[in-house]
């Protein structure tokens, strides 16, 4: 059984009806126990009266001629008197009210419910007082050890800032919550929110801020990476604009050729790049915006494919198509679905091994639930250990070969970003020296308005 309580509960001497030492030190301090000293009206009313019967007793004793009887009579006066002087219906019913009014408040943390109430939070909390550990719920026993309760707080809470405030009784808890770091799991980060339930005890709630403050990281890089990735041809075309002022390079004919041939391409790259960044904003404002329109991917990836064919890029023209006769109706956003067939016919063009095939087929999945868009190159492969990361933004096996090939880094991220608004499926795999099949799962539409393809531009 787990100890999570600790501490007697002041509430049971009074639930059994005595009265405890804290109301017996409050009645003597009131100076309700120095009676006969401090006689009350009431008390002295009660004696007189208790007098008069004795009195009244004995004076119908004398008059009455038998023992027996007066015995009797004297018996009944004495016993009425006694019971007059004694107050037993008022006084009674008058400790009890005084015994409820003193009895002290019950705490909270002793409620019989309250454990159950707490264990049905998954933040860890516990109850600190007097720098101990009282209560602690089955969340705060996995982050702190099963023996915490009854333990010193600095012995449980390991980081020195946050226990000492703890175990401070005049420490002032209002405001922002302690952003904490080192307890529980390396990188593992917390808000500690204190709060005082009694006097003395404080309810302290631990949540767990780790993925919010990665995605804060994650926020932070890609604003960096991104300024990055603009700065580097940025830079390359101011130098190359420096250059050509310069007499020398700027009268040559072939020099000043060679150079604004760099300009146009690192241009070329920059424009890329403020494309794809403009796209993925798009798609991720979207991202929880139902697709509710349905269209035919298999003229879509006709479309798309025969554009690449009709491009400059002589890889183009190897792209083979399969299973794209027949429509094939999914929910889907045309633009965006165009957006991911290009970036992965692309990507198939530029890793793939020159004079190779690009497969791009199109089925069913076994269910028939899904449709299933697979692109296959034959190329160089990527290792498995880079395959997890490869949606990442900007993420590259070989940066330099991706941006000697006009990569922007962001592709995948793009097709990740947009399959999961089409709630479909993304699968990469791949074999080094082989080649590589990107698989795209989408939703068939059923029973919905569909989308011409050839009016989307
Ligand atoms: P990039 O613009 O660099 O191509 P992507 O996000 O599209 O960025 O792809 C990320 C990385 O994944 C690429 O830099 C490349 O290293 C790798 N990659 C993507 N597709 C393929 C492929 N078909 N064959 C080999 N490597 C690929």
Redesign the pocket.
């Known amino acids: 059984m787990k100890a999570r309580v600790h501490g007697a509960c002041p509430c049971r001497s009074s639930d059994a009806g005595t009265v405890g030492d804290g109301e017996n030190r409050n009645l003597w301090r009131s100076g309700k126990l120095l009676w006969p000293l401090h006689m009350s009206r009431s008390s002295l009313f009660r004696l007189s009266m208790a007098a008069l019967l004795l009195f009244i007793g004995a004076m119908a004793a004398a008059s009455s001629g038998a023992l027996a009887e007066r015995t009797v009579i004297m018996f009944v006066a004495g016993m009425a008197a006694i019971f007059v002087a004694s107050d037993q219906g008022g006084g009674r019913a008058r400790a009890r009210s005084t015994r409820q009014a003193q009895r002290p408040p019950m705490r909270i943390s002793h409620h019989l419910d309250f454990q159950r109430f707490i264990d049905a939070s998954t933040d860890p909390i516990i109850v600190v007082e007097a720098a101990r550990v009282t209560n602690a719920n089955d969340a705060a026993l996995r982050l702190f050890g099963e023996n915490v309760v009854g333990e010193n707080v600095r012995t449980v809470v390991r980081h020195a800032g946050a226990a000492e405030r703890l175990a401070d009784e005049e420490a002032s808890h209002e405001g922002r919550p302690l952003r904490l770091t080192g307890i529980g799991m390396r990188d593992q980060s917390w808000d500690m929110r204190i709060q005082r339930i009694a006097s003395g005890q404080k309810l302290v709630q631990l949540t767990d801020r780790t993925s919010s403050q990665a995605a804060e990281k994650m926020r932070v890089d890609f604003v960096a990476n991104a300024s990055h990735e603009l700065m580097t041809p940025l830079s390359s075309v101011k130098g190359f604009i420096e250059t050509l002022r310069e007499p020398d390079a700027g009268e040559s004919a072939p020099v000043r050729e060679r150079f604004l041939a760099i300009m146009a391409a690192e241009t070329d790259r920059m424009q890329a790049l403020v494309r794809d960044l403009m796209s993925l904003s798009r798609i991720e404002a979207e991202k929880h915006h139902p697709v509710e329109t349905s269209v035919d991917i298999s003229a879509i990836a006709k479309s798309v494919a025969g554009e690449l064919a009709a491009g400059s890029n002589p890889r183009g023209g190897e792209i083979a198509l399969e299973g794209v006769d027949q429509p094939v109706m999914v929910m889907g956003d045309v633009s965006q679905l165009r957006q991911l067939l290009y ?1 992965i016919l692309f ?2 063009m ?3 091994r020159a004079g190779t095939p690009i497969t791009l087929s199109l089925g069913l999945s076994r269910s028939g639930s899904m449709a299933r868009l697979r692109v296959a ?1 034959q ?4 290792a498995p250990e ?1 395959i997890p990361r ?2 990442e933004r900007f ?5 330099g ?2 941006r000697q ?1 006009g ?7 793009l ?1 990740k970003h947009i399959v999961d608004r089409h709630r479909g499926h993304l699968e990469i795999s ?1 074999e080094l020296g082989k ?2 099949a ?1 698989t795209v799962m989408l939703q068939i539409a059923r029973d919905r308005l569909a989308m011409p393809v050839q009016d989307i531009t």
């Open positions: 970036n990507n198939a530029k890793y793939g190159d190329g160089e492969g990527i880079h490869l949606t993420y590259r096996v070989d940066s070969r991706s090939l990569g922007t880094g962001l592709g995948l991220s097709v791949s080649g590589t990107i």
